[in-house]
């Protein structure tokens, strides 16, 4: 099938433009952007996104876990569509570009399609994963977890957050709780454009990442139980502080990822503390340990080290520790043909890259198990990424959204 021409570029000054438009929607307190999932700023964007595919021709389809897919027909009403797309979720400190990139990347491809007055046999399908980011309802990547039968639908709708509001409610209330039935949906291949959230690019002055595999993930939420009590009066052998547990374990984490160097990352992200007052003792801690490899045997290690060790620390100072896995998935690796099809629409277009691999998660890590995947990476300014501070040039945008049009556009099958 003959490829698009190397002189068929993207509108990057509209995607760019777009892009900026929709940051304008659940706005951060810092420049970046708090449109959390299943939030009225989800809504809304979720709207604007709408709008903006039904003015380019699209038809909206909205399954039971809220994803959109919006389908531009194909010459060929039995082939399989090409689905491309990411995430309008953000986190609560977000930038403007994690997620949104790939979904008006997908979204310019079309635009430039109907510019250009080209035709695909395949159709071509742009997707809004619902909650990709997990930061208010764990897990990470829910939606397209659920598509890919990794997670029941009631499960999903089930999740609570801090408030205890739940996820299936939140939907219905915003409105965005479709029909379709979760992952009945075939693909002939799903592409996702995303910043990559890291510093490699950027360093070694690459335009474009070619992601051949991505970091499987484990995230561990740990509650610590002590006694609360007084911290002024209470004996200091008396004590059951859980504080303790949490400081301990935030250090036994570092210390079981940094033997694995440079193959895993660990950390804890999430903490609440109760009942956080300034003079008791704290009674329970609650928090969540998220570590990540590209290697199974790395995670596998990581995860033996800890179930062996923590339990023991939190035993010597009088606490108890329960743990429990709430969001977990193995190194992906990319579809080997798709991965090519990056590659070579990179190269074609005379833009520098460099295979890479995924350290964030993403929708693309879970579709990959249902559907030939691939992703193109673009560079982000000091690979700085859930900070509101996240920030990419026009150039990376434009670049990674040409080699996404041309990714998407090769397989999809242009018709003369
Ligand atoms: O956690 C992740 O890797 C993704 O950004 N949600
Ligand atoms: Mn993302
Ligand atoms: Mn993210």
Redesign the pocket.
């Known amino acids: 099938m003959p490829a698009p021409g190397e002189n068929m570029r993207i509108n990057g000054d509209r995607l760019w433009d777009s892009i900026h438009e929709m940051a304008e929607i659940g706005p951060g307190i810092a420049g970046g952007n708090n449109r959390q999932t299943v939030t009225d700023e989800d809504g809304e964007g979720r709207h604007l996104f709408q709008r903006w595919c039904e003015e380019a021709g699209l038809t909206m389809g909205v399954d039971e876990m809220g994803t959109m897919f919006a389908r531009r027909e194909g010459t060929d009403p039995d082939a399989l569509p090409v689905y491309v797309g990411s995430h309008l979720d953000t986190q609560p400190t977000g930038g403007r570009y994690?997620g949104v990139l790939g979904v008006l990347g997908g979204l310019e491809i079309i635009r430039t399609l109907n510019d250009l007055g080209i035709k695909t046999k395949h159709p071509i399908v742009v997707t809004n994963w619902t909650n990709?980011?997990?930061t208010r309802f764990a897990p990470?990547?829910l939606a397209s977890g659920v598509f890919a039968g990794k997670h029941d639908l009631q499960w999903a709708y089930d999740r609570t957050d801090a408030k205890g509001l739940k996820f299936g409610d939140e939907l219905e209330r915003i409105g965005w709780k479709g029909e379709e039935k979760v992952g009945d949906r075939k693909m002939h291949a799903f592409f996702e454009l995303h910043i990559e959230?890291g510093p490699i690019l950027e360093a070694e002055g690459k335009d474009i990442g070619v992601v051949t595999h991505g970091q499987g993930?484990r995230w561990i939420q740990c509650t610590v139980t002590g006694k609360e009590s007084h911290t002024g009066s209470t004996p200091m052998p008396m004590r059951k502080n859980a504080g303790r547990g949490l400081a301990l374990i935030t250090e036994l984490v570092h210390e079981i990822a940094m033997k694995h160097q440079p193959n895993a990352v660990g950390a804890i992200g999430h903490i609440d503390i109760y009942p956080n007052s300034r003079n008791i003792i704290p009674g329970k801690a609650v928090f969540t340990i998220?570590f990540r490899s590209h290697l199974m045997e790395v995670i596998d290690a990581m995860l033996n080290e800890f179930n062996e060790r923590a339990p023991k620390l939190c035993e010597d100072i009088g606490v108890t520790l329960e743990t429990e896995i709430v969001g977990q998935f193995n190194p992906p690796a990319f579809d080997k043909n798709c991965v090519a099809a990056v590659r070579n629409a990179a190269e074609r277009l005379g833009y520098s890259h460099k295979d890479i691999v995924s350290g964030?998660?993403?929708d693309a890590c879970w579709i990959n198990d249902v559907a030939p995947t691939a992703m193109v990476m673009c560079p982000c300014v000091d690979g700085l990424s859930?900070n509101e501070a996240e920030d990419i040039s026009k150039e990376w945008a434009t670049a990674g959204a040409d080699v996404l049009f041309h990714a998407v556009v090769e397989t999809a099958e242009i018709v003369e």
Request: charged letters at 30%; proline letters at 0%; glycine letters at 16%.
């Open positions: 994690d990709e980011e997990g990470a990547m959230q993930l998220d964030a998660g993403h859930h």
